[in-house]
């Protein structure tokens, strides 16, 4: 399963970083997501809301993409998949929650900064590795360096990215997808304008496929 949910994150190009206030918002954050196109969602663990909206949506769209974001400790990875969480994201790289997604048969998408954690990631046992804060430590050309002496890492730069720099982005040999907000802001989920969101979504997607193709 994990080598699938890959490919697929891989095919998608894209994870809207999710942080919702309400799980009453989550549903229809996914339907105007599919409407847009963009059949994936990484729901962050930073509000209470998550672990239930997780569960929430892979009950009322089972054949989309979604997994926990701003995952910090084993334990809440495990309660994650548990929810039906198809992958698992942290903000840094923990050894015990690639272990135990690895157990699980499910992609641990550990963060990463720096030769060392990217070498350690490696090593416990991840292959997509989240790049982040993206922007703020370099954006595209440290990512190429990075990418030089880790030919076997698939990257998803996460921090910074919107509409403005995604092609850059997408157009790197070693990044597999990107990881953003812009159009899932909890501005526009508060307001529920999840036409815009759908908007946002579309537009996103439309840029993907500029760069990648149908494929």
């Given at each position: 399963?994990?080598?699938?949910?890959?490919?697929?994150?891989?095919?998608?190009?894209?994870?809207?970083?999710?942080?919702?206030?309400?799980?009453?918002?989550?549903?229809?954050?996914?339907?105007?997501?599919?409407?847009?196109?963009l059949?994936?969602?990484?729901?962050?663990?930073?509000?209470?809301?998550?672990?239930?909206?997780?569960?929430?949506?892979?009950?009322?769209?089972?054949?989309?993409?979604?997994?926990?974001?701003?995952?910090?400790?084993?334990?809440?990875?495990?309660?994650?998949?548990?929810?039906?969480?198809?992958?698992?994201?942290?903000?840094?790289?923990?050894?015990?929650?690639?272990?135990?997604?690895?157990?699980?048969?499910?992609?641990?998408?550990?963060?990463?900064?720096?030769?060392?954690?990217?070498?350690?990631?490696?090593?416990?046992?991840?292959?997509v590795?989240?790049?982040?804060?993206?922007?703020?430590?370099?954006?595209?050309?440290?990512?190429?360096?990075?990418?030089g002496?880790?030919?076997?890492?698939?990257?998803?730069?996460?921090?910074?990215?919107?509409?403005?720099?995604?092609?850059?982005?997408?157009?790197?040999?070693?990044?597999?997808a990107?990881?953003?907000?812009?159009?899932?802001?909890p501005?526009?989920?508060?307001?529920?304008?999840?036409?815009?969101?759908?908007?946002?979504?579309?537009?996103?997607?439309?840029?993907?496929?500029?760069?990648?193709?149908?494929?």
């Open positions: 399963m994990a080598e699938q949910v890959a490919k697929r994150i891989a095919a998608i190009g894209l994870l809207p970083v999710v942080e919702l206030r309400s799980v009453s918002e989550a549903v229809p954050l996914l339907e105007a997501l599919s409407a847009g196109g059949r994936a969602a990484e729901i962050t663990l930073r509000t209470e809301a998550g672990l239930p909206a997780i569960a929430a949506v892979r009950h009322s769209h089972p054949d989309a993409l979604v997994g926990a974001g701003t995952v910090r400790s084993a334990d809440d990875a495990r309660r994650a998949i548990d929810q039906g969480a198809q992958f698992v994201v942290s903000p840094g790289t923990d050894r015990e929650i690639v272990e135990l997604c690895t157990s699980l048969n499910v992609p641990a998408v550990p963060g990463v900064c720096t030769p060392t954690e990217v070498q350690s990631a490696l090593r416990f046992g991840a292959r590795l989240k790049f982040f804060p993206a922007q703020a430590l370099g954006g595209v050309t440290f990512l190429k360096a990075l990418a002496p880790f030919g076997e890492a698939a990257f998803v730069p996460t921090g910074g990215i919107d509409p403005s720099n995604l092609r850059e982005y997408l157009r790197l040999p070693s990044v597999v990107c990881g953003g907000s812009w159009m899932v802001t501005a526009l989920l508060a307001e529920r304008r999840f036409d815009r969101v759908e908007e946002l979504a579309r537009e996103a997607v439309a840029i993907v496929t500029e760069v990648r193709g149908d494929a």
